[in-house]
């Protein structure tokens, strides 16, 4: 079955630096592969999402992820931090012409120190 | 826009209460899902429905049952509501059969069970 993996439950980063969100995926068929954020009290906003094709998805708020099917990664980056990132990340997968059912990573909370 | 709008932000229900979580869609989706949010352990899902009167249990559906009798509505029953199953549930939508399209998310409701 799929599964999806996030490492680092809590990641902190200062305002203005570099933010790497890790996420890994099991299956040896790529799935379809999506990242979403949740801020307080709120429901989950897609991100980005990567269906097939280029492997460098650019996504809102100046995020992007790769693709590396070799590594079975899809991590979600942002060169400069912003205090309005500060949010938990959540990184999903879906089975190519399989069930639409979406599985979740257990998610990454992410601080944006001043 | 598409909205995807639970009937309660927040609720408290008493233990053996029969308690019903409502959504609905407005952008005619095949599927609808319920998902349980727990700290640590991410989005779960608990049920979907890829078409009306359709359902397929998730990955924990023990204590819950769901009712799909039109095609943009989806409502969560807890049976007999316990303390454990005080969580955040979030439902989402989402279009189609086997393809990349990503599922919408409503707003979430906070049920406390006491």
């Known amino acids: 079955a799929q599964s999806v993996t996030q490492l680092g439950s809590h990641v902190s980063v200062s305002e203005g630096a570099l933010v790497l969100l890790r996420c890994n995926y099991s299956s040896s068929v790529p799935p379809y592969l999506f990242w979403y954020v949740q801020y307080p009290n709120q429901g989950l906003q897609l991100l980005l999402k990567?269906?097939?094709?280029?492997?460098l998805v650019k996504g809102i708020n100046g995020f992007e992820a790769e693709f590396k099917k070799s590594e079975t990664s899809f991590h979600l980056t942002k060169p400069s931090a912003h205090m309005s990132d500060a949010a938990e990340y959540f990184c999903?997968?879906?089975?190519?012409?399989?069930?639409?059912?979406?599985?979740f990573g257990k998610g990454t909370k992410l601080t944006v120190n001043p | 826009d598409v909205k995807v709008t639970q009937s309660s932000r927040y609720l408290v229900k008493r233990t053996g209460e029969k308690v019903f979580l409502e959504c609905v869609q407005d952008?005619?989706?095949?599927?609808m899902f319920w998902y349980r949010q727990d700290p640590g352990l991410g989005l779960r899902l608990i049920y979907f429905s890829y078409d009306v009167k359709m359902k397929e249990k998730g990955d924990i559906p023990e204590g819950y049952s769901v009712s799909r009798e039109k095609k943009e509505r989806f409502s969560l029953i807890l049976e007999s509501a316990s303390t454990n199953q005080t969580s955040m549930y979030l439902c989402?939508?989402?279009?189609?059969?086997?393809?990349?399209?990503?599922?919408?998310f409503g707003q979430g409701t906070r049920l406390t069970v006491v």
């Open positions: 952008m005619d989706h095949e599927n």
């Open positions: 990567y269906t097939t094709g280029a492997t």
């Open positions: 999903a997968a879906k089975t190519q012409g399989g069930s639409e059912k979406l599985v």
């Open positions: 989402a939508s989402s279009l189609g059969a086997g393809g990349a399209a990503e599922a919408f």
